[in-house]
């Protein structure tokens, strides 16, 4: 089942003037791997609560999975779709309480009905999901290195099996390598295992390798929604959204501009997805300049050329 | 969370009781709260709600946003009501059925109380809602100079008091996240029956705990890291000026508590 968010609006203690979204309207298919990109106070926070219901919409309907979440009305087994929409806060190593690993990571599944023992065996498999070693299970969360405080968080929520995860800035005051391990990895669960992955985050270049559909926000509104390609169409209006163009897009605009070949056509005829990874970016410049040369038989045209 | 908060919010409306001196605001608080509670019969009670209510009004702040401070104590007021009325076996019985039994003594001091306790607090959220916690902070240093004769120190008390009350809506803000979070792990406090929410509190005051004390020790480190030494003389961001005006606001609240005394 998608998740369909149909002219959502929240506004804070349900007073207009606090309106943090404002009739956002978007589609999200299983199985996809979804950025939810914006400044500070676009609202993208707000609306990650909706996913599980901890916030309601104060006007218009989402649809997540098979739970309608109607403005003012309690949703019949809330337990159930938090149990199946899995959400990390940010900072989520800050949630972790318990005396061990296990007794953290059991604390979800228990509290969805698993018996202890099959608790045991869901945190064992969500660390090894999150690449940690059983070993940390009699080990204190708070004995544990900060990337592993978060992984352990994280596989807290993984452990109750959710089919879709949703994340709030996972790689926020992490160090460059470790931002794209955690990508990778949840990548890698979104396509093994089929689980709808959507990451809230204010870097796009963090994300773009990684997702098959993009929402920006601005100020409460969504004004984006689409691929990763239509997104490098929309490029120069990203500055307005008050964020910047990540460096690749600004490279390949470079590129297209000098070899007077649009590259987004070039991308569709492919039929590939674009990344926008080092590895990607590099192959399509290579692309662009060989199809100047097969036109032009050498030299690089100015970019003042082309009028 | 932070919205249902009302104490300990500035609401700048540029009026006269804002431009007064913290000293004189707070030394008034404490008479005002002495007044209230020798306060005994009906005509004291009704002068002294109308003298406040007007120097209420006077600061241009909604009377209702007073009100909602009171908003918290509720449920206390309502115990305390009740179990005046209750207990109080003074004057005629007005009411009897089965063992409760109601007597017009009980009900005036159950009124009289909660009554008190409305005027005390609706009066004392004028200081914070008027004041802001470095002036107050810096009246309370002032204040508590005297206690240098016993080796307290001032300045420590109030740097407590400066830094509890800053961190206030970060803790808030923090606890409320951390709530959220729980919750999406299958434990909302607010769903949970009452054995398994004290359970659940486990699960909210650890990580609540743990982050206040990383946030002491962040905050420690950063004042050392600027050369700041507890005791040291420093001088002051705003200097404190006793006018005419807080003389007179002084004269008030005396002579309100002469009219109580008299009565």
Redesign the interface.
Known sequence: MPIVFNEVSHAYGGNPEHLALDHVRFHIQDGQFVGIIGPTGSGKSTLLQHFNAILRPTDGKAQVLDFLILPGEKIHEVKRLRQRVGLVFQFPEQQLFADTVEHDLCYGPMNFGATEAEAKLLAIAALEQIGLSPDLLSRSPFQLSGGQMRKVAIASVLAMNPDVLVLDEPTATLDPRSREEFMTLLHTLCRTQNKTVIVVTHRLDEVLPFTDHLLVMHEGKLVFEGSNIALYEHAEKLPTWRMAIPKPFRILQACEQMTNNPLANHVRQDGTRATFAPSWVAEQIHLLFQTLQRDDSGGVPCSNDSS | MQ?RFILGRVIATDSWVHKLDPRAKMTCMLIFAVITVLLHSLVDFVAVTIVSQLILLSTRIKLTMFWKAVRPLRYLMLFIFLFQLFLEKGGHLLLSWGPIQFYSEGIITAVFTVWRMSLLVTFTALLTFTTTPAMLTQALEDMLKPLKIFRISPQAIALMLSIALRFIPTILE?TE??V?????????LK?LPWKDKAKAM???L??VT??AFRRAEELVNSMEARGYKLGEPRSKFFRLTWHRQDTYFLLIFILIGLFVIWQ
């Open positions: 919205q923090e996240r951390i959220k979070a729980q919750a999406s792990r299958g434990a909302d769903d486990i699960a909210l650890v990580p743990v982050c």
